[in-house]
């Protein structure tokens, strides 16, 4: 397959992240927005409005359109497994929002599919591509706090009722899969594969409403904590929650080891801080490696995509190391219905490398 570029690219699903993603794919060099399909008509037409390109009536249009070499697929989460699917199928490389698939089955077809047809398929979350997160990185990489053996990652997400008008959704796949996926994939990326996990999971509130006062349930649990077992020898501890966001602990991730401790003040954002300490000292700032992007470039993941394919590189958001977070996923779950049995892991994945201006 002949690829140009810029690299022709359709956003397929206009929800509320489009905007993020769309504003900053259209400072991207590598990268030509054509258009945007969605469902609903009215919100292409909106994104081609704000954003420019033109609006496609179907995904098979999209599909059918030669200009088209990328597909950044913002669709619900229910629906990122037939979208990507029948993309692959196309002939189109793919970028997806998380999850990859909603079970570790799934995302393996997926992961076969795209090798099969020697088509590129990364997939979000890749906010441990940020400033503050490569930074962290970096002092892990020259062991600044020498072997690490202990690991705690928090997600207090809050209700998502209180902000978003269609909440039930994020209810239906629970808050370990909308963004404890966060927190998972940036120690997996830096620590490298998991090996086995244990956890529980609680319904903390179950009723609920939304901003216009309609009743619903959550369909999953809404708490979850579980302790994970690394390949590298490291034991983490995550807790997410759809409950609270109250918490001091917010989205933190902290990494310990023999000589001290290394925290990430939040798991998404680019500018964040990062402390580092000798063990009994108090924790001091680490300077980050360069400013940090304010906020989230929810995005970088699809810029270092199109720049791996135009460079024949590795792209660092892979498809094999969303499916071993899935797979993490898919284990909690079962851990949980089995009263906290410890479950074993069997995917691996490449880490991916440090960004360039990283290393």
Not at 39 to 49: G, I, K, T
Not at 269 to 278: G, K, P
Not at 350 to 359: E, I
Request: aromatic share 8%; with cysteine.
């Amino acid at each position: 397959m002949s690829i140009r570029f810029p690299l022709g690219t359709v956003v397929v699903g206009c929800g509320n992240i489009s905007h993020a993603y769309a504003g900053a794919l259209k400072t991207y060099g590598d990268i030509a927005l054509l258009g945007f399909q969605d469902l609903d008509p009215s919100r292409a037409r909106a994104m081609a409005a704000e954003f420019g390109g033109q609006t496609y009536a179907t995904l098979d249009a999209v599909l059918a359109d030669p200009a088209v070499a990328l597909v950044v697929n913002l669709t619900i989460h229910h629906a990122h497994e037939e979208v990507i699917t029948r993309c692959l199928t196309a002939g189109k490389h793919v970028h997806s929002e998380k999850p990859l698939a909603l079970s570790y089955a799934a995302a393996k077809r997926l992961v076969a599919l795209a090798n099969r047809r020697r088509l590129r398929l990364s997939s979000a979350p890749a906010t441990y591509l940020g400033e503050a997160q490569q930074t962290l990185a970096r002092e892990l990489r020259r062991g600044s706090i020498g072997r690490v053996r202990l690991v705690y990652a928090e997600m207090n997400h809050g209700r998502i009722e209180t902000w978003h008008p269609n909440p039930a959704p994020f209810y239906d796949v629970g808050p370990l899969w909308d963004v404890g996926i966060y927190p998972l994939t940036l120690l997996t990326a830096f620590l490298g594969p998991a090996r086995a996990v244990a956890a529980q999971q609680r319904l903390l509130l179950p009723e609920r409403r939304t901003k216009d006062g309609k009743a619903f349930r959550p369909g999953r649990p809404e708490y979850v904590t579980a302790t994970l077992d690394f390949a590298g020898g490291a034991v983490g501890r995550l807790t997410c929650n759809f409950y609270t966001n109250g918490s001091k602990q917010g989205a933190t991730v902290e990494f310990h080891g023999d000589g001290g401790s290394l925290c990430l003040g939040n798991v998404f954002l680019f500018n964040t801080t990062v402390e580092r300490c000798a063990y009994g000292s108090p924790l001091q700032p680490v300077p980050l490696i360069r400013p940090g992007y304010e906020g989230v470039e929810f995005a970088r993941g699809v810029r270092d995509l199109a720049a791996a394919i135009k460079e024949n590189r590795p792209h660092r958001a892979s498809a094999a190391h969303a499916a071993h977070v899935i797979e993490i996923m898919d284990a909690i779950d079962a851990s949980s219905k089995a009263r906290g049995a410890r479950v074993a892991l069997r995917s691996k994945f490449t880490p991916p490398a440090p960004m360039d201006w990283a290393q």
